[in-house]
């Protein structure tokens, strides 16, 4: 036979065996949340993460509307998993609060991979200086379909805050800024640090943080105990000491038909390939699966608790669903 046939023949037959190869991928898409925020490059970069290691996974990027548009799209089956917060999650399976007529008893837990502050930002030359100061001013509680969009409408509103609510997208929100249509808004931050929006903001118009008082941050727990408090280090926002603000606990999570073995492939390339991640995202949790593991409120997915446990660790019980026992 003519080499030349045997050679074409061979590249032939590699090229039909790799394109058959990715065609057999589990194509996953995950959903995010919007492009301005800094959490989006983590996204990328988990995505980065995931298909580097996990060779018959290939998962794509979904920009959307964060958590609470995230558990609304898994709950329809448009997403195969979702950033989230660990409240929302909360509320989703109990079937509470936004998620009362939509009940999402099924979601569980993959990982979370950040515990970030909710910085309440206003233009500096408003002239506001407490939370009470928003009453009657046009304010964004949060990004349209955010958990702090929700976390903080229901913590103004029960402090009797009132302001007018502004409701919008990341772009056209931090438009109304600059544009001093708005106040300011309410956004998580990378950690403590300043967000890619708000430092996006900062660059044009000087802002201002404002904290909680003590007997605020009282009031609230007590209506709302699963809501996160952090006491921000001294220095965490220039001329700042220590204060309080509320916070996200921020992670991933998918209905629990997700098949278990794909969860036990993204959390354990997630957990064992940080590189992507910490290069995306500078408020990455040292220690991800120590996260997860205190900080997560309702049950986690059979596959990642499989992870967990072949490290060694200890899942507390009320994390561990029916199908896992």
């Known amino acids: 036979m003519n080499w030349r046939v045997i050679v074409a023949g061979t590249v032939m037959l590699g090229l039909a065996l790799a394109g058959q190869a990715e065609a057999q991928?589990?194509?996953?898409?995950?959903?995010?949340?919007?492009n301005a925020s800094s959490h989006f490059a983590y996204c990328v970069g988990q995505a980065k993460?995931?298909?580097?290691?996990?060779?018959?996974?290939?998962?794509?990027?979904?920009?959307?509307g964060a958590t609470v548009d995230n558990l609304k799209r898994m709950l329809k089956n448009t997403i195969d998993y979702g950033l989230i917060t660990s409240d929302q999650v909360y509320l989703a399976h109990k079937g509470e609060s936004t998620f009362k007529d939509t009940p999402f008893a099924d979601i569980r837990n993959l990982w979370y991979y950040t515990v970030s502050a909710v910085y309440i930002s206003v233009r500096e030359e408003t002239g506001i200086k407490t939370i009470a100061d928003?009453?009657?001013?046009?304010?964004?509680p949060g990004f349209r379909g955010t958990a702090t969009e929700k976390m903080t409408e229901a913590t103004l509103t029960h402090l009797g805050i009132k302001p007018e609510w502004v409701r919008g997208g990341a772009s056209d929100l931090v438009d109304a800024i600059k544009d001093k249509r708005i106040v300011g808004y309410a956004k998580a931050a990378d950690g403590f640090r300043l967000d890619a929006s708000m430092m996006d903001i900062a660059t044009t118009t000087p802002l201002r943080v404002l904290s909680y008082?003590?007997?605020?941050?009282?009031?609230?727990?007590?209506?709302?105990p699963y809501f996160p408090w952090l006491r921000v280090p001294a220095g965490s926002i220039k001329g700042m000491g220590e204060f309080w603000t509320e916070g996200v606990v921020v992670g991933f999570a998918a209905p629990k038909s997700l098949p278990n073995d794909l969860a036990y492939k993204l959390v354990k390339a997630v957990m064992e390939d940080k590189e992507h991640q910490k290069g995306a995202f500078k408020g990455l949790a040292e220690d991800m699966a120590k996260?997860?593991?205190?900080?997560?409120l309702s049950p986690?997915?059979?596959?990642?608790?499989?992870?967990?446990?072949?490290?060694?660790?200890?899942v507390p019980d009320h994390l561990v669903p029916p199908e896992a026992r």
Request: some cysteine.
């Open 300 to 314: 986690l997915h059979a596959g990642a608790i499989k992870y967990y446990q072949e490290k060694g660790l200890k």
């Open 25 to 34: 991928k589990k194509r996953l898409a995950m959903g995010c949340t919007a």
């Open 134 to 140: 928003l009453t009657g001013k046009k304010f964004s």
């Open 213 to 224: 008082s003590d007997d605020q941050v009282k009031k609230v727990k007590e209506q709302y």
């Open 49 to 64: 993460a995931i298909n580097s290691v996990v060779a018959d996974v290939d998962v794509t990027v979904v920009e959307t």
């Open 291 to 296: 996260v997860t593991l205190e900080l997560s």
